[in-house]
């Protein structure tokens, strides 16, 4: 049964991760567990005879200085260097079948002035961590648990875009909301809309500025060391360009990450959250902004009119007119949308396409979004399977089921 929403990118999250996956990231606390004898340091090699030294095609002082719990050392030394505030390092005095355990060596060395030793009484009982509970909770695949699932979610364009691609990858992805490892151009995402909107907050804008914030929310994301440089590499470069070729466009009448939790819509509540909106004048006509990091698309493409193109990025446009136009009483009128593309096309250009949105559109819109509903209501997918071996969605609902 799934209770909570799992959200593995969130900044706020706790990010579990091993000691190598850690190197070049920071974080405000660090823990780090199973800090016992064996497991770190000392391990026991069960599948190896030692050798005589003889055997090694090294001389006896070389050996004599090699200790093989160095890199151990060094990998803890990593882990332990994460943390800008605290560090809490522990080790279990038992293991599951009662035989005592002995700290890591690795603890000992620390200089104890720098430790603050704190017992807990806290046991672990095996069967009361794995065993399934007997509750075990509707089946996600009953009709009536995916309607309920389905009417208390509020619909986003990402769940309407994922649907209209696929049925099943809505489901597992919006509804079900499956967790997923963030990737590293998500990851990248994230760090420049964030940037942006601390750069439209601050009261001088200016570069250095914004790339500082982007390499701090950089940082907070995810990466290994290498995606890390190339993302900061790749992110910098973008941004001081972005910010000297428009900077002296931008007005200051925005509003930024304009969330819109709910819009009622027959059945159903759509919402969403706008990149930035710009106010155009006192009638409170608007500008919607959306910006994209990914590669930088033409206006067909955005459109949905070259081959294999979606459309999803015109669609997201409509929906936000559709959200403003039922919000508030119609307080911020949409008078264009702009798909600002924060990374430059292969001449070096950057990208901003804008459009206008007619009220054709979002009734044609709301056509779509009624049929989705009827669609789901009567679990009229049921039966979509496709060949794209690229998604494992359909070989999870076969393995469940
Ligand atoms: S395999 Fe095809 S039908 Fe199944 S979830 Fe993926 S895209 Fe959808």
Not at 25 to 33: A, R
Not at 316 to 337: I, P, T
Not at 360 to 368: H, S, Y
Request: glycine letters at 6%.
């Amino acid at each position: 049964r799934l209770e909570a929403k799992i959200d593995i990118g969130s900044k706020n999250a706790v990010k579990l991760m091993t000691a190598h996956g850690s190197k070049g990231l920071e974080f405000e606390n660090v823990f780090i567990i199973g800090l016992f004898d064996g497991h770190w340091g000392n391990k026991r090699k069960r599948t190896m005879i030692k050798l005589p030294n003889s055997i090694y095609a090294l001389d006896d002082q070389a050996i004599a200085g090699r200790d093989e719990n160095d890199d151990e050392r060094r990998l803890l030394f990593v882990a332990m260097t994460r943390a800008k505030k605290q560090i809490f390092m522990t080790y279990p005095l038992k293991n599951y079948d009662g035989r005592e355990l002995l700290p890591s060596m690795f603890l000992s060395e620390i200089n104890s002035s720098l430790i603050q030793v704190r017992p807990t009484d806290i046991v672990l009982d095996k069967t009361l961590q794995f065993e399934p509970s007997a509750d075990m909770g509707p089946n996600i695949y009953e009709k009536e648990f995916i309607v309920d699932l389905f009417k208390s979610n509020n619909l986003s364009v990402t769940g309407l875009n994922n649907y209209l691609e696929c049925p099943w990858s809505y489901f597992y992805n919006n509804l079900l909301r499956i967790p997923r490892a963030k990737d590293k151009h998500a990851a990248y995402g994230t760090a420049v809309h964030n940037a942006l909107r601390d750069l439209f907050l601050a009261k001088n804008r200016n570069a250095d500025y914004l790339l500082e914030q982007f390499e701090r929310y950089l940082i907070e994301e995810r990466l290994s060391e290498a995606d890390h440089r190339e993302s900061l590499a790749r992110g910098k470069k973008a941004l001081s360009e972005y910010f000297k070729k428009y900077n002296t466009n931008w007005g200051n009448k925005v509003l930024l990450e304009y969330n819109i939790p709910a819009v009622e819509l027959g059945d159903i509540k759509i919402t969403g959250k706008i990149d930035k909106i710009e106010i155009l004048d006192k009638g409170n006509n608007v500008n919607v902004v959306d910006y994209k990091t990914g590669r930088a698309k033409t206006r067909n493409e955005l459109m949905g009119k070259t081959q294999n193109a979606t459309g999803n990025e015109r669609r997201q446009l409509v929906f936000y007119k559709l959200l403003l136009d039922n919000y508030k009483n119609g307080l911020y009128k949409m008078k264009s949308g702009e798909i600002d593309f924060v990374q430059p096309d292969a001449k070096n250009n950057f990208r901003k396409e804008q459009f206008f949105i007619a009220d054709e559109d979002t009734k044609e819109l709301r056509e779509v979004i009624t049929r989705m509903v009827d669609e789901i209501t009567d679990l009229k997918f049921w039966d979509k399977h496709c060949d794209n071996k690229d998604c494992q969605y359909c070989v999870l609902r076969k393995s469940i089921k």
